[in-house]
């Protein structure tokens, strides 16, 4: 019998389990395979838009099941398909909804705002590089096409190659990164893009500003919150010192900017709230505390795009962690088309 020679498309067929990856997108002839892999379920019942290149909407939800970065306990890979899995009723339940009312502020959110899911990145085991480049490369064509980017994680080293995806954007972005930990460590030659480094690198992009992290807490080193407050590109507002003063004054450090980027951890959250993590700190934010964060954050405008990362279904009971972070991209998606609907 001859020697089976093992090409990128088979290698994706023995991935995946399914047919072999198509020939590569004729935008990004480096990478192996299409951008997304298509929609078996789609967030919140959306509409399903395989191809980006069609894309029109307000808003694009992307899932990217990448675990490689995690330096722990891993699982967050299934977090974008356990996150749409919890909407029961299909698309035709979430076309007889024009929006939802927020009983907790008062608010109808998304009415006649347009949500789509893309679908997942496409993810190849252990292929770190083109992996990275083909979570930038779907940025770029969501963002090319009008809309919000939302990812849906993934452990939190996808933040990196996401924010690689809002280069060209003109000026400068802060970003404000919502976690019970810094992931400020520079790594070493050997390991520099995992869920820890993910800040570091963040803060090496050109037209990063900042990083302020709201939420950090436990116990860990303070060296890395020295280097980035000495090189002044990373602040910190730690748990409990945000949950004394409140969510408005914490959101109140964050400097002044054009534009942002949010990334949640949803370790940021207490255990109680959100377990399905791979790395929870007890004592953390409220769902509430963390939605009022959110909502000042959305009143300032300017906000370009967000992740929720670190859902690791194996960790979670009754879906309680799925539910959180469904309500708190539907929130937060909300609070940004009020809030864009608000200025000329």
Same mark, same amino acid.
């Given at each position: ?5 093992? +090409?990128?498309?088979?290698? &994706?067929?023995? &991935? *995946? ?10 935008? /990004? ?42 330096? %722990?306990?891993? =699982? ?5 398909? &356990? ?9 035709? =339940? ?21 949500? $789509?899911? $893309? ?51 003109? #000026? ?9 930990? *810094? ?21 090496? *992009? ?35 010192? %945000? ?13 002044? %900017? ?10 940021? *959250? ?5 377990? #399905? ?20 954050? !959305? %009143? ?10 670190? /859902?690791?279904? !194996? ?5 309680? +962690?799925? +539910? ?12 940004? &088309? ?7």
């Amino acid at each position: 019998m001859a020697a089976m020679a093992f +090409t990128p498309a088979l290698l &994706a067929l023995l &991935a *995946l389990g399914g047919d072999p990856a198509p020939e590569p997108d004729p935008d /990004y002839p480096g990478l192996p395979g299409k951008m997304t892999g298509g929609c078996p379920s789609t967030f919140m019942g959306t509409l399903c838009v395989e191809d980006v290149d069609q894309l029109q909407a307000q808003f694009a939800v992307i899932g990217v099941p990448w675990d490689a970065g995690t330096s %722990a306990r891993p =699982g967050a890979r299934f977090g974008p398909k &356990a996150v749409r899995a919890r909407w029961p009723w299909g698309q035709q =339940g979430a076309a007889a909804l024009d929006g939802y009312y927020d009983f907790d502020t008062g608010r109808t959110l998304l009415q006649g705002v347009t949500v $789509v899911d $893309v679908g997942d990145v496409l993810i190849l085991p252990s292929d770190f590089q083109p992996n990275f480049d083909r979570i930038t490369a779907t940025i770029r064509k969501v963002r090319a096409r009008g809309a919000v980017p939302i990812v849906i994680g993934g452990d939190h080293s996808i933040t990196y190659p996401v924010l690689r995806g809002f280069d060209g954007l003109g #000026g400068k972005l802060h970003v404000v990164h919502f976690d019970a930990h *810094l992931d400020f460590s520079d790594g070493t030659k050997e390991t520099r893009l995992s869920h820890a480094h993910a800040m570091r690198r963040a803060s090496e *992009l050109p037209f990063v500003s900042g990083i302020t992290n709201i939420g950090v807490r436990g116990l860990g080193s303070a060296e890395d919150l020295a280097e980035g407050r000495k090189r002044k590109v990373f602040d910190a507002v730690p748990a409990v010192q %945000a949950m004394t003063m409140g969510m408005k004054k914490a959101v109140a450090a964050v400097p002044k %900017a054009e534009r942002y980027y949010v990334t949640i951890d949803v370790d940021v *959250l207490d255990p109680s709230v959100a377990p #399905g993590t791979g790395t929870p700190v007890p004592g953390g934010l409220s769902y509430l505390q963390l939605r009022e964060a959110l909502r000042e954050l !959305a %009143a300032r405008g300017g906000v370009v795009g967000f992740d929720v990362v670190e /859902y690791a279904p !194996a960790y979670d009971h009754s879906e309680l +962690t799925a +539910t959180v972070v469904e309500s708190l991209i539907a929130g937060f998606a909300g609070d940004l &088309a009020l809030a864009a609907g608000r200025r000329p």
